[in-house]
Nanobody, 127 residues
Framework: QVQLVESGGGSVQAGGSLRLSCTASRYTYSNYCMAWFRQAPGKEREGVAGIYTAGRGIYYADSVKGRFTASQDNARKTLYLQMNNLKPEDTAMYYC????????????????????WGQGTQVTVSS
């Protein structure tokens, strides 16, 4: 079992940047598939970045490709999401998620696959 705690959300103007962090209660690099999701009011929760197990690669949704960068610091058991050139449509609650298992090769994170979730951190982008 793993507990996840996100931080780093806030309010910025369009074009600004934020860095989200997700600290895990245990080492996740080798055995877990990790991801960032977001959910805007009235919309479905969507995967924006997937961090594949044991460094197999990273997936980005088309809506954030080129603007968001996901990374993982194994020593600190922390996942990051660097968000640049933010747009009002990026406004949402952002969640870190994990499942025990292997993901790789173009897998697009699906919320149904993930059993472990953080509490979320709010990102608000004003125009």
């Amino acid at each position: 079992q793993v507990q996840l705690v996100e931080s780093g959300g806030g309010s910025v103007q369009a074009g600004g940047s934020l860095r989200l962090s997700c600290t895990a209660s245990r080492y996740t690099y080798s055995n877990y598939c990790m991801a960032w999701f977001r959910q805007a009011p009235g919309k479905e929760r969507e995967g924006v970045a997937g961090i594949y197990t044991a460094g197999r690669g990273i997936y980005y949704a088309d809506s954030v490709k080129g603007r968001f960068t996901a990374s993982q610091d194994n020593a600190r058991k922390t996942l990051y999401l660097q968000m640049n050139n933010l747009k009002p449509e990026d406004t949402a609650m952002y969640y870190c998620a994990a499942f025990l298992g292997i993901c790789s090769g173009g897998y697009a994170p699906s919320k149904a696959d993930f059993g472990y979730w953080g509490q979320g951190t709010q990102v608000t982008v004003s125009s």
